[in-house]
């Protein structure tokens, strides 16, 4: 979007699928249809039928794009529902909890590798860690 901003000059016609494809909210997708009409660009929609051009446009184009944000908006808080309904299911989301043991007996293996000359990949590898895990949890000692 944003090399297609710059590139876009006066005579051209910009064509989009949807009308909401021009931004996220009802404000950016205007804002859009305005500076591209500020600098002489077209716009045109192929499957709303949309030309801001006309007056007539400009109405569908505030129409629809106010409806894709109010869709977008059902989306989120269907999605907030469904998350919470899951919790209260006891579901549990993110990381896992770390078993402080484990993690105690994996860094005394990757310290014993490390003082044998293997590199910290090496030894995280041999636990099956990453090295950005290995420094997270010796961060965390």
């Not at 990381?95 to 090496?122: F, N, Q």
């Amino acid at each position: 979007m944003k090399k297609l901003l710059e590139y876009a000059e006066e005579g051209d016609i910009v064509v989009v699928w949807r009308v909401d494809r021009l931004g996220r909210s009802l404000i950016d997708v205007l804002n859009t249809v305005a500076l591209l009409r500020g600098r002489g660009v077209q716009v045109r929609s192929i499957s709303d039928g949309i030309d801001p051009a006309t007056s007539t446009g400009r109405l569908m184009l505030n129409m629809l794009a106010t409806l894709a944000e109010y869709e977008r908006e059902l989306i989120v808080e269907r999605v907030n529902a469904g998350i919470a309904a899951a919790r209260q299911n006891g579901t549990r989301f993110g990381r896992p909890v770390s078993d402080s043991a484990l993690i105690a007996e994996k860094l005394a293996i990757i310290k014993e590798a490390r003082s044998k000359g293997h590199t910290a990949k090496e030894a995280a590898r041999l636990v099956g860690w990453s090295r950005a895990t290995l420094y997270r949890h010796q961060q965390n000692r």
